[in-house]
């Protein structure tokens, strides 16, 4: 890649611009997707894949990640690890628990929960309503 | 072996084992205990014999460079580590079961509030603070909770599930030995929190069809909670006062109110009627009848000065009829009439406007 | 791996040079910034946790979000990042009066940002699409909905916050840079202030996606 | 390096403590070493405050019923003991006494990275400090120091102002790590390279990096609390969609790794004590040393083993359960290499290292019951009893306390320049490893009976247990009382100490005593580790 070249020198205006101008492409993109009527997994992959390269742009190059590097990059990816690893138990343990210790109706109550004898719960919801079909501004 | 379980187990001050579950626990509580006995006291001797032996001499004494080899510090990994394993290797499996109930256990609904334990099984029968179960038959506990969180700890089960508001938990157990144990809430919920006591009952299995189906039978076991008590039920029953009497042991209010003149959570009901009692900002008032059925309802309106607002409403959990058997209740506890005699009939007057 | 950063040359020097000087307060500020992205983590979490647990109530308030304005807020901010980089770059060489106007051309478009959130705020208050308790939408109702609308005003509401604080950090710098305090020998403040801007901006190129498009 | 080898102008230049005089010049002081004397008052009050309501904590406890307190003035009492023991004295003390005044010189630095941050943490730290008493003794809290909802976002009792106290004193733990992870990368002297640091370095280090990247993520919980009990937004609200466990992931994700932020400065300080009253090099550097970093990698991955009971799911729990025996291995490397470095010693006996042993045991017995709890199915029987009391009180006050008692005797005579008295140093020493066990031993024992905590009344079978351990707790309040006593005497009238009263060879050593206010008269040049006990000494060889 270009920026590779000048790895050990300092990054100029024009480097700069077309930094931002990968960036207005990608923002493009998502919003491009999110109109499409793709399955919702692919939606959700392209979107936060399109964010992940967004921000590493952003590091690497505005932050200065790229020339400078070292301790700092260990700092960064140090807490990006923490926080995949606090998302990504939090969601273990949410997708495994016997199901009817989630919230109520959320989507792992998967059947009427119980017999006549359970203790009624303090609200009972109403299916999710009035859905709108696109965005309504 | 089963004495060096009994010798174990009084050794190290731990309650009866009251299912063949709590007994297996145990058994890795005994070699958990006994092998880091065993590890540390070996280190504590080898500190002793160490500072004996290399004493210091005399002030500015040197001492060689010693590095360890690879083989030290693998041992000092590999050992513990081994070791600490083969725990979880039994532990975990132990876990598995308690949390995968058995197809075929019956089920029982465990309902906490503050700071009272409700039971109730399929068909309606229910209790109060009190769990029958049958020796030998699995049963499955559903807990969920009205309020905070509560746990549901049986130390003679070695068992303990925290009750969600709002949702289900779950949790079995398979006793084995008839009794009476205590249960405990475990998690802490507030002022009653270590007076929110309950008792399971391990009844042999026909004893507790036996009791389960005259219960089922009996229009004396209250609907569930939150369906009051219709008002004929009460009027049929009869004895007003001693219909409040059980609905308050039923609601809990023992937990919070003495009826001998002890000062608890909140005020005694001994000689409250017609009380002149002092509130929170500065009033005073009356305890009448609309007093007490207003407090049943909205309690932290008025508060008894010295007492915190802590107390639950009432209000949609007790029919009109039922506040009034309780205030009749309350109306009887006098000091100056020793042999509150049960008044014959119902003399309650029905609240208006509510 | 951290014998690598002790191998390296710039550590060999004991008295604080001003080039060491810099690579410290610059390590500091990197480990400040990992605990505001930890920060940031809690309602990530959360969002995580209740996305997965309420998908059709999630799918469906994201809809009553206001695409064109979040995807305009996102062209703005990303635009501020590329001003606040080129200010650092005239910085460096000395450039105050660039680097001035750079930076407040930054804060303009931060102010841009505030002003188009404050409009979709508007619109949400309005419409009774509030966290919580105070969710009285008519239009659409169901389990998860309110709590997407709690998620969406906290993590943009503490967002917001930083872009706040950010513009006044950016406003204090350059009005140290329009005195000449910055040139050549000398220029952390800009950077420093720099990296806190670029960090507001990847925290909203996430909770774009997030909140709007899913 | 020697002290022999310092040019005469820094004995004659004053010390820190003489260098300026007045209040003021205290206040605005950026001395690293000043900053720490002020850390010193100030978590030695908070641990006065704290022991005082644990105190009235056990008389309450003495008899089953009710008494000398109500309910709510009891559960108010153990959430302040919690609070202000976690908060503003255990998370705070030995870094910000010990590390402060340490750290710099130990790398032979003049100060820490950002002086003026560093005297900003303890502004912070009194703010915070200030506003969550305010609002204990306005308000009082009830929800216990773990905040759980939904009955911290219910209860009638304020909690605003303590979630906001904890809050403060989060962001002042966060910019002391910062701070030293900064003053570790950049300020080594000459020559000292990562495999020379001093222990102690090592493991604040691994402190510093929890403080850092655990602390945001209880800041922001907290915030949540309070926003969810202020304006109802039900992030946690069981009634509208919200999860009471996630509060749970989250606290615990703070909270299991603040325990190491406890723990790792207790080790810090131990490892130093080690090697200068045994005179002898630690046995495996790089074990001790690398062993912190994997407590505070590792230990961010087991705080759900706090939720075995709570509903999390079977499968979390086996992955928390079995991570959880992963980081008792890092602790057990780290009491085997401190044991195996008596061996070949030369060991002299004095107050500090009896409370090296004292820390030794207790760090044993306190991690085995840790081992024990994270074993899964026995967690179910002592989830929240007197067993896990016990179990953290033997870490934190039994560990910490006595790792910092340890390091207090140890660098009394650098601080200050004085001695103590050895005689009253040992007897106490005695008498708090005495009145520790003799507190909190009962405790495991009620645990295994199945005693709850946070019960204020109980039934009677456990009764003769719970007096047992009330009269431990006044024997350790007693042993702490000596200690404050003669420590404050000597102040005045005890023996000058001289630079180097221990013939230790820690770097630290090599300044007078007290320090004078610039550390060292020429940046040092380290040519050995510290801690090298052989003759001849490796500095007077390493010209050729």
């Known amino acids: 890649m270009e920026a590779k070249a000048h790895a050990h020198k300092e990054f100029g205006p024009l480097q700069y611009v077309i930094v931002w101008g990968a960036l207005l492409v990608l923002t493009a993109i998502t919003v491009a997707v999110w109109k499409t009527h793709w399955s919702l997994g692919t939606r959700v992959t392209v979107a936060l894949s399109v964010a992940t390269v967004k921000a590493g742009l952003v590091a690497l190059f505005f932050m200065h990640l790229w020339e400078h590097g070292g301790v700092n990059r260990l700092v960064m990816a140090t807490s990006l690890l923490f926080v995949a690893l606090l998302i990504g138990l939090v969601i273990a343990d949410n997708a495994t628990r016997f199901e009817y210790a989630n919230p109520p109706y959320s989507s792992s109550w998967t059947r009427a929960p119980f017999e006549d004898a359970a203790p009624p719960l303090q609200e009972q919801p109403p299916p999710v309503e009035g859905v709108p079909e696109a965005a309504p501004h | 072996m089963n004495e060096l379980n009994e010798l174990m187990r009084n050794l190290l001050w731990l309650p009866k084992q009251a299912s063949d579950y709590a007994r297996s626990v145990d058994h890795l509580h005994f070699f958990v205990f006994g092998s880091a006995m ?74 906490a509030k503050k700071w009272m334990w409700k039971f109730a099984y399929p068909g309606g029968p229910n209790s109060t603070d009190v769990l029958r179960v049958p020796v030998g038959r699995p049963v499955r506990l559903l807990l969920t909770s009205r309020d905070v969180i509560h746990s549901f700890f049986v130390p003679a089960l070695r068992l303990k599930q925290d009750a969600l508001p709002g949702r289900y938990t779950q949790t079995w157990f398979q006793a084995s030995e008839p009794g009476r144990y205590p249960i405990f809430c475990a998690e802490y919920c507030g002022l009653g929190h270590s007076a929110m006591l309950g008792e399971l009952v391990v009844m042999p299995a026909a004893e507790f069809d036996a009791w389960l189906d005259e219960q089922r039978r009996s229009n004396q076991v209250a609907a569930q909670d939150g369906q009051p008590v219709a008002a004929e039920e009460v009027d049929i029953r009869g004895n007003l006062v001693e219909q409040g009497r059980r609905i308050a042991a039923m609601q809990g209010c023992f937990k919070c109110h003495t009826v001998d003149g002890t000062q608890h959570i909140g005020p005694t009901w001994l000689d409250l009627y017609n009380r002149k009692v002092k509130l929170e900002d500065g009033r005073t008032i009356v305890a009448d009848e609309a007093y007490i059925t207003r407090s049943m309802m909205e309690p932290n309106a008025e508060v008894v000065a010295g007492y915190k607002p802590v107390m639950p409403t009432f209000q949609g959990k007790l029919s009109a009829p039922e506040a009034a058997a309780i205030v009749e209740f309350i109306k009887t506890l006098r000091t100056d009439a020793p042999t509150a005699e049960p008044q014959k009939g119902p003399i309650y007057v029905p609240i208006s406007g509510k | 791996m951290h014998t690598e950063a002790a191998g390296s040359p710039h550590l060999a020097h004991h008295f604080p040079s001003l080039e060491q000087q ?44 206001h695409v064109a304005v979040g995807a305009t807020n996102t062209v703005v901010l990303i635009t501020s990042s590329l001003t606040v980089a080129l200010a650092i770059y005239y910085a460096r060489r000395g450039d105050s009066r660039k680097t001035v106007a750079l930076l407040a051309v930054t804060i303009a478009f931060g102010a841009v940002f505030m002003v188009l959130k404050a409009y979709e705020y508007h619109h949400h208050f309005v419409d009774g699409q509030l966290p919580g308790k105070f969710y009285h939408y008519a239009g659409l109702k169901g389990p998860g909905v309110s709590m997407y609308f709690t998620l969406y005003f906290l993590m943009t509401g503490l967002h917001g916050l930083h872009v706040l604080i950010g513009m006044g950090v950016l406003a204090w710098v350059a009005a140290r840079a329009a005195r000449g305090e910055f040139g050549r020998a000398y220029s952390t403040p800009v950077e420093l202030g720099g990296l806190y801007w670029h960090l507001v901006d990847l925290i909203w190129i996430f909770l774009f996606p997030l909140l709007y498009l899913l | 390096m020697s002290p022999s080898a310092a040019s005469e102008a820094v004995y004659n230049s004053p010390n820190y403590l003489n260098a300026e005089a007045g209040i003021r010049s205290w206040l605005t002081t950026r001395d690293h070493k000043r900053i720490a004397v002020m850390y010193l008052g100030l978590v030695v009050a908070a641990f006065a405050l704290g022991g005082f309501f644990a105190l009235l904590i056990r008389v309450e406890l003495l008899t089953p019923g009710p008494t000398i307190m109500d309910a709510m003035t009891y559960n108010r009492m153990f959430t302040l003991h919690g609070v202000i023991m976690i908060f503003l004295f255990m998370i705070p003390a030995i870094p910000g006494v010990f590390g402060n005044f340490f ?65 403060i004193l989060g962001m002042s733990s966060i910019l002391t790590g910062v701070n030293f992870i900064v003053t570790i990368h950049t300020l080594r002297a000459p020559g000292l390279t990562w495999m020379r640091l001093p222990l102690f370095v090592w493991a604040i280090y691994a402190t510093s990096i929890i ?67 045994a005179r002898k090099n630690i046995f495996g550097y ?50 085997f290499n401190w044991t195996a470095t008596l061996y070949k010693g030369a060991i002299h006996v004095a107050a500090p290292f009896v409370y090296f042993l004292g820390f030794l045991y207790f760090l044993m017995f306190g991690g085995l019951t840790g081992i024990a709890l994270s074993t899964v199915s026995l967690d179910v029987h002592w989830q929240d009893t007197y067993f896990v009391v016990a179990h953290f009180h033997f870490i934190m006050v039994g560990a910490t306390i006595m790792a910092f008692l340890a390091g207090l005797h140890y660098w009394w005579p650098k601080m200050f320049g004085r001695m103590y008295s050895e005689r009253w140093a040992l007897a106490a020493a005695v008498l708090v490893i005495l009145g520790f066990n003799a507190t909190f031993i009962p405790q495991f024992l009620l645990g295994n009976m199945g005693m709850p905590r946070r019960y204020y009344s109980y039934p009677e079978q456990f009764w003769p247990l719970n007096v047992a351990s009330t009269a431990g707790a006044s024997l350790l309040a007693f042993g702490f009382l000596i200690v404050l006593i003669y420590l404050v005497t000597s102040l005045v009238n005890g023996k000058v100490a001289g630079p180097n009263p221990w013939g230790s060879r820690g770097y630290e050593w090599n300044t007078p005593s007290p320090p004078n206010v610039l550390n060292f008269p020429e940046t040092p040049v380290i040519t050995r580790g510290a801690h090298e006990y052989q003759d001849p000494p490796a500095e007077a060889t390493h010209a050729h």
């Open chain 2, 38 to 111: 065993i590890g540390a006291w070996t280190v504590v001797a080898t500190t002793l014999v160490f500072i004996v032996r290399y004493r210091r001499r005399h002030a500015l004494q040197s001492t060689e460079h010693v590095e360890p080899k690879p083989v030290h510090e693998a041992v000092f990994i590999g050992v513990p580590l081994a070791l600490f394993l083969a725990f979880f290797a039994i532990g975990y499996p132990q876990y598995v079961e308690l949390q995968t109930p058995p197809k075929g256990a019956s089920d029982v609904y465990v309902m």
């Open chain 3, 22 to 65: 810099e690579h410290a307060a610059r390590m500091g500020m990197w480990l400040f910034l990992s605990t505001e992205v930890l920060l940031f983590t809690v309602l990530f979490t959360a969002y995580a946790v209740y996305r997965y647990l309420f998908p059709v109530g999630f799918e469906a308030a994201s809809r009553l979000a």
């Open chain 4, 103 to 167: 750290l710099p010189l130990m790398l032979g630095a003049q100060d820490v990275a950002f002086p003026r941050i560093n005297l900003f943490t303890v502004y912070l730290y009194l703010i915070g400090a200030a506003i969550a008493v305010w609002g204990m003794i306005q308000g009082g809290t009830d929800t216990g120091w773990t905040f759980y909802t939904p009955y911290s976002t219910t209860t009638v009792t304020t909690v605003a102002p303590v979630l906001l106290g904890a809050f």
């Open chain 4, 211 to 277: 403080q850092v990247l655990a602390t945001p993520v209880l800041g922001m919980t907290l915030l949540l609390v309070a926003v969810e009990k202020a304006f109802g937004f039900g992030i946690f609200d069981p009634a509208r969609g919200g999860d009471p466990i996630l509060f749970q992931h989250l606290f615990w994700f703070y909270s299991h790794p603040a325990v190491y932020i406890m723990v790792l400065p207790a080790m810090a300080v131990v490892s130093e004590v080690v090697q200068a009253f």
């Open chain 4, 286 to 335: 790089k074990a001790v040393a690398f062993s912190s970093l994997g407590i505070a990698f590792v230990g961010f991955f087991v705080w759900g083993h706090h939720l075995f009971t709570s509903g999390q799911s079977t499968f979390a729990s086996g992955i928390f359960g079995v991570l959880s025996m992963f980081v008792g291995i890092f602790t057990a490397i780290k009491v």
